[in-house]
């Protein structure tokens, strides 16, 4: 598996294929193994890279300070200079959405396409934060083991596949505690960006999930009214992670936008 140094750190990614370069950001508290189904069944079509972000995979431990979407953001464009291309399909799944619209606003040239699955523009409410650094406390104070027991029930639709709820239980397990709590933190902090929304000119896909419980459709649709010229697409049957809920869907309108 390649690792490579971007600001100074070991950042692990899995790559296929050839072609256009694509960067899948997984959301939290996963990893690249999100998007195994995404890594094979676009091969043939482009150069897949699905990044291991700092801390989680196989890339290099982190302190537990605040990963913020701007520096994460800065990481992904490191990689796609490192790669040697001028530009990348993106796709970032909720947390990963987040940095994709921080690469947007801070590395528009890099961006060839955008897919934002899963996510929103706005900044977590008050209470939203609050409930961040409750489960920042709780993963602290409880382990992994009963973060990936509330996530199960919080991501995946009411009839999750029992491969789906492993997979993701093996993600947040293994995912380190300082890592969830700095991505924690750093997601409460994050701006609102509704308004760049209006900016965004690169062709662009919304997904949402069609029994998403934490950003529903309707929420999603919104969001893609608001881009210029944004495709919308609900997962049938999927919840918040719709690449392991219903892999073949979601790899399916991927590979329809792209073409």
Same mark, same amino acid.
Request: charged share 20%.
């Given at each position: 598996?390649?690792?490579?140094?971007?600001?100074?750190?070991?950042?692990?990614?899995?790559?296929?294929?050839?072609?256009?370069?694509?960067?899948?950001?997984?959301?939290?508290p996963?990893d690249?193994?999100?998007?195994?189904?995404?890594?094979?069944?676009?091969?043939?079509?482009?150069?897949?890279?699905?990044?291991?972000?700092?801390?989680?995979?196989?890339?290099?431990?982190?302190?537990?300070?605040?990963?913020?979407?701007?520096?994460?953001?800065?990481?992904?464009?490191?990689?796609?200079?490192?790669?040697?291309?001028?530009?990348?399909?993106?796709?970032?799944?909720?947390?990963?959405?987040?940095?994709? =619209?921080?690469?947007? *606003? @801070?590395?528009? !040239?890099?961006?060839? /396409?955008?897919v934002?699955?899963?996510?929103? &523009? +706005?900044?977590?409410?008050?209470?939203?934060?609050?409930?961040?650094?409750?489960?920042?406390?709780?993963?602290?104070?409880?382990?992994?083991?009963?973060?990936?027991?509330k996530?199960?029930?919080?991501l995946?639709?009411?009839?999750?596949?029992?491969?789906a709820?492993?997979?993701?239980?093996?993600?947040?397990?293994?995912?380190?505690?300082?890592?969830?709590?700095g991505?924690?933190?750093?997601?409460a902090?994050?701006?609102?960006r509704?308004?760049?929304?209006?900016?965004?000119s690169v062709?662009?896909?919304?997904?949402?999930?069609?029994?998403?419980?934490?950003?529903?459709? =309707?929420?999603?649709? *919104? @969001?893609?009214? !608001?881009?210029?010229? /944004?495709?919308?697409?609900?997962?049938?049957? &999927? +919840?918040?992670?719709?690449?392991?809920?219903?892999p073949?869907?979601?790899?399916?309108?991927?590979?329809?936008?792209?073409?």
């Amino acid at each position: 598996m390649p690792v490579i140094d971007i600001n100074g750190r070991e950042v692990h990614y899995a790559e296929t294929g050839s072609g256009p370069l694509a960067v899948l950001i997984h959301g939290y508290p996963l990893d690249h193994t999100l998007w195994l189904d995404q890594l094979a069944g676009l091969s043939d079509i482009r150069r897949v890279v699905a990044i291991d972000l700092p801390g989680y995979g196989m890339s290099e431990r982190v302190t537990g300070a605040p990963l913020t979407m701007d520096g994460l953001a800065d990481d992904v464009a490191g990689l796609i200079e490192a790669l040697e291309y001028e530009q990348a399909d993106i796709v970032g799944l909720s947390m990963g959405g987040y940095i994709a =619209l921080a690469l947007w *606003e @801070m590395y528009p !040239a890099a961006i060839r /396409s955008l897919v934002l699955a899963n996510t929103k &523009a +706005g900044a977590d409410s008050e209470e939203g934060r609050a409930g961040r650094e409750a489960q920042a406390q709780a993963v602290v104070s409880d382990g992994r083991a009963a973060l990936a027991g509330k996530l199960v029930g919080a991501l995946l639709a009411p009839a999750h596949d029992l491969t789906a709820a492993a997979r993701l239980r093996t993600m947040v397990e293994g995912s380190p505690v300082e890592t969830i709590v700095g991505s924690l933190r750093g997601m409460a902090a994050r701006p609102d960006r509704t308004e760049l929304l209006a900016t965004i000119s690169v062709p662009t896909l919304v997904m949402s999930g069609e029994e998403d419980a934490l950003i529903p459709p =309707l929420d999603s649709h *919104e @969001m893609s009214s !608001a881009i210029p010229g /944004s495709e919308f697409f609900v997962v049938p049957g &999927a +919840g918040h992670l719709g690449p392991i809920e219903r892999p073949d869907a979601f790899t399916e309108a991927l590979r329809g936008f792209w073409q």
